[in-house]
């Protein structure tokens, strides 16, 4: 059973930055396309980012284009997002996962951003 272990959330003060990691325990990582989405209160879950299952190609979401980079690291079945120039709207809880099908969601961890 996959097991996807978010972390590196927190609370940061607008314009901050954060890196999340993500730890899958599953098989197979290195054959997946992963994102990473949130979800704010209220709100339904996104997408932010993902990237292909190489680490070359990569999709942002508009609010996010340009201070967000996925990246991922195959030997250690880990994807990481880098947060710039953090938002109060960046606020969520995120969560890794696969796409364009997600299996089974970790716990998340929790960003949030004070203006």
């Known amino acids: 059973q996959v097991q996807l272990v978010e972390s590196g959330g927190g609370l940061v003060q607008a314009g901050g930055s954060l890196r999340l990691s993500c730890a899958d325990s599953?098989?197979?990582?290195?054959?997946?396309?992963m994102g990473w989405y949130r979800q704010a209160p209220g709100k339904e879950r996104e997408l932010v980012a993902r990237?292909?299952?190489?680490?070359?190609?990569?999709y942002y979401a508009d609010s996010v284009k340009g201070r967000f980079t996925i990246s991922r690291d195959n030997a250690k079945n880990t994807v990481y997002l880098q947060m710039n120039s953090l938002k109060a709207e960046d606020t969520a809880v995120y969560y890794c996962?696969?796409?364009?099908?997600?299996?089974?969601w970790g716990q998340g961890t929790q960003v949030t951003v004070s203006s």
């Open positions: 990237v292909s299952s190489g680490g070359s190609i990569t």
């Open positions: 996962n696969s796409f364009p099908t997600p299996g089974s």
């Open positions: 599953g098989s197979g990582f290195r054959f997946k396309i």
